[in-house]
Structure formats: C-alpha cells, structure tokens
C-alpha cells in the first residue's frame, strides 16, 4: 500500500503539459476543482471527465501512474459510495427494513464516485509534470500580492513544496521500516483493529526519528549556502507565459463555459 502512494513523484518530460507554465497549471487546477463540484448533473461532470481523460493522454505520464495513485484511495471511494446509495429518492430497487436502495440512491453513488475519481486524478497531473522547483516558484509569484501584507511569500512556498517533496522519501523511509520489522518477526497484519495499531509503533517511532535527522541535515546544508529566504535572489529560470497557456487557458474557459451550459440547459440528473 505504501508503494501505491505517488503523492509528489514528478515524471520528467516534454508533452504539451509539462511545458506548460506552472502558474498556468496551478490556476487551471485550481478552476477545475472548483468546476467539478459546479457540475451539478452527469451531463456537465461528463464534460469535465472528457477534459482529464484528454489532459491525461497530453501528459506523457504512463497511465498506471494515475490507477496507483487512485489505488491508495480505493477504500475512500468505495465507502464514500456505499454511504451515497441509501440517499435520494426513485424507484426502490432493493430494500431489508427501513434500509432502502432507489435509483436516485444510485445515481448519486456513481456521481460521487466520478467526482472524487476525477478530483485525484487532475490533482495528480499536477505533481507528475511539473518539478518541485516550478512549483516553488510558480506559487511565489502567485502569493506576490501578499507581500504587501508583510507576509513571507517565498518561504511560505518553499516550505510547501519541501513538504510536498519530501513526501516519496518519508514512504520510501516508511517501507524500509516496514521491511526490517517483518524481517524481525514484527507482525502487523493480523489481528484486532487495536493489535494493529499497537503494531505500527514500532515503526512510527524510527520513522519520526528519521524524519527529524533529514530536516535538520537539511536546515544545515541550506544554512551552509548562506541560505537567507527570498531577498536578493534571482531566478535560473524565468517563467514565461507562451501561446501553448493561451491555449491550454482558452480551453479550459471553453469546458467550464459547457459545464454551465449543462447545468442552465439540462435538468439535474440527480434525484
């Protein structure tokens, strides 16, 4: 399970989505999450799913990549819809009790399912094309108005993208752990909910213990390179906004443009 995590693994490459701008990416990310809860019936998500399924064949991103980042979240939504098939109303297609399933129960679990589905795998693009130093600096320039609140843009931004870094090294690290317990006899798969958890102790512990050495070897070496935050500093690489963002944004207008068709022109599909 811990292998099937690819939060903050990027894919290097040269499809049209890697070389879009990273505040370019960011922003579209950012509109789709919002439109993707807009769409208020399956003609408008539909639309939505067409654009991931597009943007992820652009990515150059194996597609297995995208399955085992859903794969982390299987239970999620698995139980997610299972709760959503005992509301709404329609016709009863199955009852015990008071316990019900009707055809809106449904159709409201398969909504669910599509948004939650869709939500991580746009995410994912995201952080499978673009580098953890173009995210750094793509959300520098994006917080710069900030600055006018006295608030420390960039190292609120290196800080994130450090966090979201580090985060295949920590599963890495936690794999690892996992490996020499069970190599011990330390057996964590077996047993009650609470035997479980008591199991794990033995490699939280190391793994807190490892992750505060990497922090500090960090802290050391950037404060070796006379690291002083965001004053002064200039960039190797200036971002730049092409005509590929201009597409990439004229199209994204164009799908949230269909989606509010949907919802104006079409009555919900959910009941």
Known sequence: MVRDITLGQYFPGKSFIHRLD????IVITFVYIVFIFVASNFEGLLTMSA?????????????????????AI????????????????????WSWGFVQITSGGVSNAVFITIRIVSLILFSSVLTFTTSPTEL?????????????????VHEIAMMMTIALRFVPTLLEET????????????DMESGGLMQRIRGLIPVLIPLFVSSFRRAYDLAMAMECR??????????????????????????????????????????ASLH
């Open 51 to 71: 654009l991931i399924l597009g943007v992820l064949l652009l990515s150059g991103v194996p597609l297995k990549q995208y399955f085992k980042s859903l794969k």
């Open 74 to 93: 299987l239970f999620v939504v698995i139980f997610t819809s299972v709760l959503n098939l005992f509301y709404g109303g329609g016709r009863v297609l």
């Open 136 to 152: 750094t600096d793509a959300l520098e320039r994006i917080m710069k108005p900030l600055k006018l609140f006295h608030v420390k």
């Open 226 to 267: 006379c690291y002083h935050g965001g004053e002064g500093r200039t960039k190797m690489k200036v971002l730049h906004v092409s005509g590929l963002d201009a597409v990439a944004a004229a199209l994204t207008l164009v799908v949230c443009a269909a989606v509010i068709f949907c919802g104006i022109y079409f009555p």
């Open 22 to 25: 990273p505040r370019v990416k």
């Open 175 to 186: 794999d690892k752990i996992m490996s020499a317990q069970k190599a011990r006899g330390a």
